[in-house]
């Protein structure tokens, strides 16, 4: 049933994109956002990904869905760059199947020329999944993406079951911290250890990490004071429409 309405969605594009700002608090600059998507249902008003995107997964319509949310979001940060005379950066949710599928690259390829936007301001995000199931091709489509000049970040790092071998083998930019480990925090002594031992691979490694579901001023502390610079969360914003983004980039 909600197939059949999924199709429906994708013949007349009854999505939306939202963005989440990427927050830089030092200094109090809004470096990118994050691109997250909402079906806009005739009836049932804003459905959220996490109820039509594992279905979408199991039905192959992630793939028109998700180059559907490349092309509008790097169409609406390049346009929004070129008016406001910003820099912003945009991270861009790719689904495994999405990933493995040929035409991936042409697809990304396409979208950097129709809108223009410096391929180094377009990230897409990746989980701990799409690298165990891909091995040797995820490597060489990863090199690919990153020869067109897009970064690479794994998404809910530590959550997925993959070994931390990967981080020798893969040209990786950037890691987001999953919010179940923010979550806890402040109280939770071991959720800092761990916190700090992330914060430590990801420097070695020369990773920016980026903890996300950040929620409220004492978390944001612990955070920073193990010395995280860059955050996502409720707390800095939550994600809205362009035209809401756009009002409060402006009144900055
Ligand atoms: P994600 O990539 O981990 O995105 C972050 C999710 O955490 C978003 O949920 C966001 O609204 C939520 N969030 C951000 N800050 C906070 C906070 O401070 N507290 C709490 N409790 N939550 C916070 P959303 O938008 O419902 O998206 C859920 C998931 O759906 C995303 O998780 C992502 O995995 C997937 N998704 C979203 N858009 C796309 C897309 O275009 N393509 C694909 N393949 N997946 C998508
Ligand atoms: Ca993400
Ligand atoms: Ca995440």
């Not at 959220?48 to 998700?66: C, K």
């Not at 169409?75 to 991270?91: K, M, P």
């Not at 035409?103 to 690298?131: A, D, Q, R």
């Amino acid at each position: 049933h909600l197939r059949l309405e999924l199709r429906e969605a994708i013949q007349q594009k009854q999505f939306n994109l939202f963005y989440q700002p990427l927050v830089h608090p030092s200094t109090g600059r809004v470096k990118g956002v994050e691109a997250l998507v909402r079906w806009c249902h005739p009836e049932r008003g804003y459905i959220f990904p996490d109820v039509f995107i594992p279905l979408a997964e199991r039905t192959g319509q992630i793939v028109a869905i998700g180059q559907w949310v490349v092309e509008k979001a790097c169409l609406d940060i390049a346009e929004w760059n070129r008016q406001h005379n910003t820099q912003l950066t945009v991270s861009v949710n790719i689904s495994p199947l999405q990933f493995g599928r040929t035409g991936f690259l042409e697809g990304l390829n396409y979208v950097l020329e129709i809108s223009h936007l410096s391929p180094e301001l377009l990230k897409i995000e990746i989980t701990e999944g799409v690298i165990i199931t891909g091995a040797e091709r995820t490597v060489e489509i990863l090199k690919s993406v990153r020869a067109l000049g897009v970064q690479v970040a794994i998404d809910d790092f530590g959550t997925g079951y993959s070994s931390l071998a990967y981080l020798t083998l893969l040209p990786l930019k950037k890691i987001k911290i999953d919010k179940s480990f923010v979550f806890r925090l402040p109280d939770d002594r071991k959720s800092i250890k761990l916190l700090e031992a992330i914060y430590n691979i990801a420097k070695a490694f020369q990773l920016e990490a980026i903890p996300e579901g950040v929620e409220n001023e004492k978390q944001l502390q612990i955070l920073s004071m193990i010395g995280y610079k860059l955050f996502q969360g409720f707390f800095f914003g939550k994600p809205v429409p362009t035209y809401e983004f756009l009002k409060r980039l402006t009144k900055e």
